[in-house]
């Protein structure tokens, strides 16, 4: 039976990855109403998404003022999902704290993975160096090339489909929140232009919200009716993604997440309990593309190879491309605009799974109380005029 869809609510999400759910579902437990907008909620690039969340081994020169939060939203990870099993009637949202090893295969690479353990350590980040042969015997599928490694116990992984299969169940079981799968057409506005009111979906249903939040990923800059001032600087990057399964012969294949480095080329490999090895990811300036390609797939597995020859005996069960949005400086818009009523939760770019309890309780904390957490101040859309 169709869910009724109210006309007016308190708040009003356009997008339904994981960030605009679980902003929905934080929102929705303050006693707000919520009704959330998208054609197909949760199945671009959160489905394909590999669930890393690993502050510390995906660290990157220039981003020191987003590692702060990266650190708060991984630590809020276990009571997050503790809460969501609750809401959601006892569903898993596939959290697990095994750690990260990172490796390299040559001397070249390893000089990289130097550089970076001395700049986490400049940063005051837990990371504990291991020569080739004890990166091999955390991880015996490695081969006998790696050089080195950096292993990082405080960087974990959650499904990520099964963290959205939650945050459906969460909002389907909440009375304040709706999802109504249509795409939304444009953002209305009062007539002189002085705040956002709601939306008018792609069938002409016209829907009302004392407040309006952003949440389209990389389509966020492509929604009609925002004025063009403040418009998000959010632009596709093209990411292509395997999947593997893993025979009960060769379990475990890996015992944690393995990053590597591989000729300068950096990529990584997620194992799931339920047997699934997740292979990923290229990234590509493609525009809205998402094409699997067979220079993109050869990529992957040619240096997945290099460092776990194993994996040519895997079957490959899914390829897939979806788009991170991406942003000027890479990290993300969260926050209110410069037009009352229309706050913004996206650009978190190659963050946003583990950015998702951050930005939902920053977010919600801003719908409820007007006040913008402290730690979500540098990432403000205004920063760009916005």
Same mark, same amino acid.
Request: glycine letters at 10%; a negative charge.
């Given at each position: 039976?169709?869910?009724?869809?109210?006309?007016?609510?308190?708040?009003?999400?356009?997008?339904?990855?994981?960030?605009?759910?679980?902003?929905?579902?934080?929102?929705?437990?303050?006693?707000?109403?919520?009704?959330?907008?998208?054609?197909?909620?949760?199945?671009?690039?959160?489905?394909?998404?590999?669930?890393?969340?690993?502050?510390?081994?995906?660290?990157?020169?220039?981003?020191?003022?987003?590692?702060?939060?990266?650190?708060?939203?991984?630590?809020?990870?276990?009571?997050?999902?503790?809460?969501?099993?609750?809401?959601?009637?006892?569903?898993?949202?596939?959290?697990?704290?095994?750690?990260?090893?990172?490796?390299?295969?040559?001397?070249? $690479?390893?000089? @990289? *993975? #130097?550089?970076?353990?001395?700049?986490? =350590?400049?940063? +005051?980040?837990? %990371? &504990?160096? /291991?020569?080739?042969?004890?990166?091999?015997?955390?991880?015996?599928?490695?081969?006998?090339?790696?050089?080195?490694?950096?292993?990082?116990?405080?960087?974990?992984?959650?499904?990520?489909?099964?963290?959205?299969?939650?945050?459906?169940?969460?909002?389907?079981?909440?009375?304040?929140?709706?999802?109504?799968?249509?795409?939304?057409?444009?953002?209305?506005?009062?007539?002189?232009?002085?705040?956002?009111?709601?939306?008018?979906?792609?069938?002409?249903?016209?829907?009302?919200? $004392?407040?309006? @939040? *952003? #949440?389209?990923?990389?389509?966020?800059? =492509?929604?009609? +009716?925002?004025? %063009? &001032?403040? /418009?998000?600087?959010?632009?596709?990057?093209?990411?292509?993604?395997?999947?593997?399964?893993?025979?009960?012969?060769?379990?475990?294949?890996?015992?944690?997440?393995?990053?590597?480095?591989?000729?300068?080329?950096?990529?990584?490999?997620?194992?799931?309990?339920?047997?699934?090895?997740?292979?990923?990811?290229?990234?590509?300036?493609?525009?809205?593309?998402?094409?699997?390609?067979?220079?993109?797939?050869?990529?992957?597995?040619?240096?997945?190879?290099?460092?776990?020859?194993?994996?040519?005996?895997?079957?490959?069960?899914?390829?897939?491309?979806?788009?991170?949005? +991406?942003?000027?400086?890479?990290?993300?818009?969260?926050?209110?605009?410069?037009?009352?009523?229309?706050?913004?939760?996206?650009?978190?770019?190659?963050?946003?799974?583990?950015?998702?309890?951050?930005?939902?309780?920053?977010?919600?904390?801003?719908?409820?109380?007007?006040?913008?957490?402290?730690?979500?101040?540098?990432?403000?859309?205004?920063?760009?005029?916005?």
């Amino acid at each position: 039976m169709p869910v009724p869809v109210p006309a007016s609510s308190d708040v009003l999400i356009i997008g339904g990855g994981l960030i605009g759910l679980a902003t929905a579902w934080r929102t929705a437990a303050r006693g707000l109403s919520v009704t959330l907008c998208d054609p197909a909620p949760g199945a671009n690039a959160s489905f394909a998404a590999a669930g890393m969340l690993t502050p510390v081994t995906e660290l990157h020169y220039g981003e020191e003022a987003l590692l702060g939060l990266n650190l708060a939203s991984a630590k809020r990870y276990p009571s997050f999902v503790a809460e969501l099993r609750e809401a959601s009637g006892g569903l898993d949202p596939g959290y697990t704290e095994a750690g990260t090893l990172v490796v390299a295969f040559d001397a070249d $690479d390893r000089e @990289v *993975l #130097s550089e970076l353990h001395v700049f986490q =350590q400049s940063l +005051g980040l837990k %990371a &504990e160096w /291991l020569n080739g042969r004890e990166s091999r015997r955390l991880e015996p599928m490695l081969a006998p090339s790696v050089r080195g490694g950096l292993l990082v116990s405080g960087d974990h992984q959650v499904d990520n489909r099964m963290l959205l299969a939650a945050l459906f169940a969460a909002l389907e079981r909440d009375p304040n929140a709706t999802i109504v799968r249509t795409k939304v057409a444009e953002l209305t506005v009062t007539g002189d232009g002085d705040r956002a009111t709601g939306v008018l979906l792609e069938d002409g249903t016209a829907l009302s919200a $004392d407040q309006v @939040v *952003l #949440s389209a990923g990389c389509w966020s800059g =492509q929604i009609a +009716g925002i004025p %063009a &001032e403040l /418009l998000p600087p959010v632009r596709p990057v093209k990411g292509q993604i395997l999947r593997l399964a893993v025979p009960d012969v060769f379990r475990p294949f890996l015992s944690r997440t393995v990053r590597y480095v591989v000729r300068n080329n950096h990529a990584y490999l997620v194992p799931r309990e339920h047997g699934e090895l997740v292979l990923g990811a290229t990234v590509e300036e493609q525009d809205y593309d998402t094409a699997v390609t067979a220079g993109g797939v050869y990529e992957l597995l040619r240096d997945a190879r290099e460092l776990v020859p194993g994996i040519t005996e895997l079957p490959l069960i899914e390829s897939r491309a979806a788009l991170r949005p +991406g942003t000027p400086d890479n990290a993300p818009l969260i926050g209110p605009t410069a037009l009352p009523g229309l706050l913004y939760a996206t650009g978190h770019y190659r963050h946003g799974v583990l950015l998702t309890p951050a930005t939902a309780d920053g977010v919600a904390e801003i719908l409820a109380t007007g006040t913008v957490p402290e730690a979500l101040a540098p990432f403000s859309p205004q920063r760009f005029g916005k």
